[in-house]
Each structure stands twice: as C-alpha cells, then as structure tokens.
C-alpha cells in the first residue's frame, strides 16, 4: 500500500524519504518536532478497513500521511486492535532510523478506550504491553489523537 498526503495525493517517493525532508525543512533538532503514529480500522461487512496515520508535528507547521489497507475477512476484535497496533509499530520502525537521526521521538498512538464499560479495554494490557515491549512511548484515548481522530478521518 502506498503513502499519501492529507490531501489524498500518493507520495513521489518513499515515506522515509519525505519525512527526512521535512525534517530537515523545519529543523528537527529544534527539540519541538515530533512524530505521531496510530492506526484505526472499520468493519465493514466481511471485511475491515485500517488506516495508519503518520503525524509530523512541529512548531512551524503539522504534515499527515496516511495508508489504508483492506483485509477482506472478518476479524475479532482482539485480532482487530492487535493487527492496528502492529502496523503502527511497523510505520514507527519504519521512519525510526530516520527520526533518530535529527533527534525526533516517535510516540505510538493506541485506538483503545481507558473506561472499562467499553470492549476493547479488556485489550489495554496486553497492547501496551506489546508497544512497550518495542521500545515506543504511547499515548491511549483520550490523548492518542493520531489514531481516534487523524487516522479515524482516513476510513
């Protein structure tokens, strides 16, 4: 699947590449710059929809890429918010030689729900567990905008 822009736009070349432009066009050593992943999905019918959600935010100026990816059979729900974290921490792996490079941190946004009267709580241990286990900082609802807010918007 390929990236794109906020405007729907396929990127010319790699996603590593133009987030180490961007970085370089705002300075990313200047403490402020950070990288922001999540991913969402939908169930639709058979199938679901993910939609993984890079947020380069700096003082000067917020960039979002996204991919969407169609996986044509049902999931359960712990397989569904497991396949979300897992391709954030694939993006984040991707871009972390990159990031690391101009001194960026990457944080890991988690599309699961603190309040225990909802599903996917049930779900929080174990995904933080796995993002941890990564070596990623991350962020749950209400603060990970970049799963339950940019990321939802792309679905």
Known sequence: MSWRRYNGRRLPHPLPDEIGERLTAVDGRNGHTRLFIGTDSQRYGRRVVFATAVVLYSRRQTRIYYRREHVHRPMPLYERLFSEVHRSVEAARLLQPIAGLHAVPIEIHVDINTKEQFPSNQYLRSVIGYVSSM????????????????????L
Do not use: L
Request: proline share 10%; hydrophobic share 35%.
């Open 135 to 154: 070596g990623f900082p991350y962020q749950v609802k209400p603060y990970a905008f970049a799963s339950s807010s940019c990321a939802d918007r792309f």
